[in-house]
C-alpha cells in the first residue's frame, strides 16, 4: 500500500515563536515544508478529532454546547456534510486541518438541514431554542452578494499550536482561490484570532451576538485577488 501523494508542497512563512529558547519548537522553520493533502472520506474521523480537539475553548461554540461530547457530535455533522466537496484540506500528520464550502454551494445538503432541529435537542436539550438561534445569526450575517469561498473550520491541535502551521495551511489555500479571483468569507468565533486572519487579507465587514449576551462573532471578507 503507497502512502498518500501531498495535494500541494509549499515553505512555511512566518513562523510563530512562542515557545522557550531551546524548546524544539521555537527553531527557526522557515525552511520547513508543509505537505498539504485534500482529505477524503476515509480521513472524515481523523478531522474530527483534530476539530473536536482544536476548538475545546473556543468561546463561541462552547457556549453553543458546553458538553464537550455535544459540541464533538456537532463537528461530526459539520465535517461530514462539508466532505461532500473536495475542499477540506490537512498537513501529513493531521496537525491542522480547514474546511471550507465552494462558492454557491450549500454549507449543509437538503437532508442535512432537516435534521438539524431534531440534532439540537439531542445535544443541549431545553437550550435547543437559543443554539438555533445563533445559527440563524451565522446564516444572516453571511454574505450574499456574491460568490466567495466560505472558511467553515480552522483548526491546529494542541500540540502543534504556536508553530505557524495553521495560517500557513490558510496562506496555501487563499493561494488556490486566489488563482480564480475569488473572495472569501468566515467568522472568527474567537476574537484573539482577528488579528491572524487580518494578517492575511481579511477585513471585518460586521458581528453579531449570541443570544444572552453571548459571545461575539465577527464576520471577516477578504476580496478577490
Not at 443541549?124 to 450574499?144: I, M, S, T, W, Y
Request: net charge negative; aromatic share 10%; charged share 25%.
Amino acid at each position: 500500500m503507497t502512502a498518500a501523494k501531498p495535494d500541494r508542497s509549499v515553505r512555511i512563512g512566518v513562523i510563530e515563536a512562542r515557545h522557550p529558547v531551546g524548546d524544539d519548537r521555537a527553531r527557526d522553520r522557515k525552511n520547513d515544508i508543509l505537505d498539504v493533502f485534500r482529505v477524503s472520506s476515509t480521513e472524515a474521523q481523523s478531522v474530527i478529532d483534530l476539530v473536536s480537539e482544536a476548538f475545546l475553548g473556543d468561546p463561541t461554540w462552547s457556549w453553543a454546547f458546553p458538553d464537550p461530547a455535544a459540541r464533538r457530535q456537532w463537528w461530526t455533522f459539520c465535517v461530514i456534510e462539508a466532505l461532500r466537496y473536495p475542499w477540506t484540506f490537512r498537513t501529513e500528520g493531521f496537525e491542522t486541518t480547514s474546511v471550507w464550502i465552494p462558492p454557491s454551494c450549500a454549507e449543509f445538503s437538503d437532508d442535512g438541514v432537516e435534521s438539524i432541529p431534531g440534532k439540537l435537542t439531542d445535544l443541549v436539550g431545553r437550550r435547543a431554542p437559543e443554539v438555533a438561534e445563533l445559527l440563524h445569526r451565522f446564516e444572516q450575517a453571511h454574505p450574499n452578494t456574491e460568490p466567495h469561498y466560505y472558511l467553515s473550520l480552522l483548526g491546529t491541535c494542541a500540540r502543534d499550536r504556536g508553530r505557524g502551521l495553521g495560517m500557513a495551511l490558510l496562506t496555501e489555500n487563499l493561494a488556490r482561490i486566489d488563482a480564480e479571483h475569488m473572495p472569501a468569507y468566515l467568522e472568527s468565533s474567537n476574537p484573539s484570532n482577528n488579528h491572524r486572519y487580518e494578517s492575511v487579507g481579511f477585513a471585518p465587514v460586521g458581528s453579531f451576538q449570541a443570544p444572552r449576551d453571548g459571545p461575539v462573532v465577527t464576520g471577516m471578507w477578504r476580496k478577490g485577488r
